[in-house]
């Protein structure tokens, strides 16, 4: 019912049935009908479609790089320093607009996606930053409830949860420490924390082990790897063979520019 | 896992379960921080500059507001009153010319009073200039009538005019028009600067708020950052750096227009401690009982809104052309600025 409510309401379904002028509308509406459902199941959160950036007037970043992160799918994303990973990621995070080509993120066309519109699309993705970005000024606790206390929700209907995820990544005793006091290591599962705290759709990682030693390392990507358990896609930027060489998983190499993507 | 981790993702991020329904806070746990910090050394550099320019502002409101009283009431003054010059002559009864241009005065429509500046108070009145023990008979002197009239329906002096020169031989009718148009000349003059010097510092004090409030918010720009990426609307940024900004722009306007609230009740205070002094009396001639209307007070609490206003919608207009200009970037990768 759901998928067939989503088929009725897509402007993109009445408009594949009013092109297919030449079959009668119950066949066309049926054929559409019968597409939209099949998109819908196949579950493609982001789809790129030979997509180019370039910064200014300098040679092109990526270079027609068409892939699609598929709803519960775990993918490494990888290549030398400088290749274009963090650039990729801020373009699935839509901090970004490519200079051409088309991306669709949970069946919208960025290119047509209002300014309004975006801070509701960005709570369905949970990001980890390279450099964290928790605020200082908040305990550890107050800076994983932030995404839910800027969707407005009440600290009592959160902080069982925040609690419950901060003791789930280690931190369960440090609650109340600021940020400034803490090692990379509990930052980066800081902002893990609060990438995950309103099960996002999926989750995009930039360097997540890259502050951290091998053991640390090694515990973050099993939370990863459970948290994609549970339904989560998850799209790792990394550089660190080692850590990829644990996990068969899909992996997306840039290079030059250009994506190659081994399954 | 990390150590004092479980080893299954917690209810709370399961998609099967959201949340525990569980309403009681968690001892231990502090009030929720602001999502804007509070005062930093910038924040407090703020409210110390609108302090100052809040009282400067304040300040020149009740400078203007003094002069402006003080020149309505020189005005006032010396308009309500005329004066009757009687010159002597050779067989001429003073006197009986005092009582008869008293009397015609008097009985004029719009006069309220007419009163005759007796022997003594002449004699008083020319002993700056000529000296004690003066002989009076044996000087010339013009006598006096004063005439006060009513300042809401003033008589026709030239009709009062014609009238006493009519009757008293070597009678003069002075209504101080020349006086009173050079003072309203000088009142209005003093009163227009007073407002130029208003409006400039009006002027310094809403550049001052912008620049001051744009300054203490650019040590915020990561915290807009972050809030919105992680999904807060423009308008939810925004209401949380306004209401933190206007909170600096009221307590600083709160501390600007209450000293200069003290200064104003300290000058009226000392004016009316030292009326009997030289000083005072000088400082009397010139502002009256040296008093602060209500107008004053109205300004100082209009700065003090102005103020707050300001800064809410600095802190507005800055928050959003942030989130603008984020956007902006996020549409043209290749801008540099």
């Given amino acids: 019912m759901i998928e067939m409510y989503a088929a009725l309401v897509n402007r993109r379904f009445w408009k594949a049935v009013a092109d297919a002028g030449s079959v009668p509308f119950a066949g066309r509406l049926l054929y559409s009908f019968a597409i939209a459902v099949l998109a819908n199941r196949t579950g493609r959160l982001i789809k790129f479609e030979n997509v180019g950036l370039r910064y200014g007037m300098g040679p092109e970043v990526l270079r027609d790089v068409s892939f699609h992160i598929p709803k519960q799918s775990f993918q490494f994303l990888t290549g030398p320093s400088g290749a274009g990973k963090t650039t990729l990621l801020r373009l699935l995070f839509m901090s970004l607009r490519p200079t051409r080509g088309l991306i669709t993120i949970f069946n919208k066309d960025m290119a047509m996606i209002e300014p309004a519109e975006l801070p509701l699309l960005r709570r369905r993705i949970g990001v980890v930053f390279q450099d964290f970005r928790l605020l200082d000024h908040m305990t550890i606790y107050e800076n994983v409830g932030l995404p839910l206390r800027v969707r407005g929700k009440e600290e009592s209907s959160y902080q069982h949860d925040v609690l419950e995820l901060l003791k789930w990544v280690g931190l369960g005793e440090r609650i109340h420490a600021l940020p400034p006091v ?46 994609n358990r549970l339904g989560t896609a998850v799209v790792i930027a990394t550089h660190d063979l080692g850590l990829m060489d644990q996990v068969d998983a899909r992996r997306m190499i840039l290079s030059n520019g250009q994506l190659e993507i081994y399954e | 896992m990390p150590k004092g981790a479980g080893s299954r993702l917690p209810r709370s991020v399961g998609p099967w379960k959201k949340g525990t329904g569980e309403k009681s806070r968690v001892p231990g746990l502090r009030t929720l921080a602001p999502i804007v910090p509070n005062a930093n050394a910038a924040s407090q550099a703020l409210i110390l500059v609108i302090a100052i320019m809040s009282f400067l502002a304040c300040l020149a409101v009740g400078a203007v507001s003094l002069v402006n009283k003080s020149a309505e009431t020189w005005q006032s003054q010396i308009a309500r009153e005329a004066t009757i010059q009687i010159r002597p002559g050779d067989d001429f009864d003073m006197d009986a010319a005092l009582e008869k241009a008293r009397s015609l005065a008097a009985g004029f429509p719009g006069v309220r009073g007419a009163r005759i500046i007796g022997r003594d108070e002449t004699v008083a009145l020319l002993e700056p200039w000529l000296g004690s023990g003066l002989g009076f008979d044996e000087l010339p002197v013009p006598r006096l009538v004063v005439v006060t009239v009513d300042e809401a329906a003033p008589p026709e002096f030239s009709a009062l005019r014609d009238t006493i ?35 400039l510092v009006l002027t310094a004090l809403v550049l001052t708020v912008i620049f001051a409030t744009r300054g203490a918010m650019s040590g915020s720009q990561h915290v807009i950052e972050v809030l919105h990426f992680v999904g807060a609307r423009s308008g939810f940024i925004a209401r949380q750096f306004q209401t933190r900004f206007l909170l600096s722009g009221i307590w600083g306007g709160l501390i600007g227009g209450g000293a200069a609230t003290v200064v104003f009740l300290l000058v009226s205070w000392w004016a009316a401690r030292n009326i009997i002094t030289p000083e005072g009396e000088q400082a009397s001639a010139f502002f009256g009982d040296f008093a602060i209307g209500a107008g004053a007070y109205a300004g100082v609490f209009a700065v003090i809104v102005l103020v707050g206003f300001l800064t809410a919608l600095t802190t507005r207009i800055t928050v959003l052309r942030t989130l603008r200009d984020i956007d902006d970037r996020r549409a043209d990768p290749g801008r540099l600025d």
């Avoid at chain 2, 009718?173 to 010097?197: E, F």
Wanted: hydrophobic fraction near 45%; glycine fraction near 6%; proline fraction near 5%.
């Fill in chain 2, 165 to 199: 020169i009519g009757s008293v031989p070597n009678a003069s009718l002075d209504d101080h028009r020349a006086w009173v148009d050079r003072l309203v000349s000088m009142a209005r003059t003093t009163t227009v600067i007073g407002v130029c010097i208003l409006v």
């Fill in chain 1, 182 to 227: 803490l090692s990379g290591g509990e930052k980066q599962r800081v902002a893990i924390a609060r990438a995950l705290i309103d099960q996002p759709e999926i989750l995009l990682a930039d360097e997540p082990t890259g502050n951290v030693d091998t053991p640390m390392a090694q515990r973050l990507l099993r939370l990863f790897l459970e948290l």
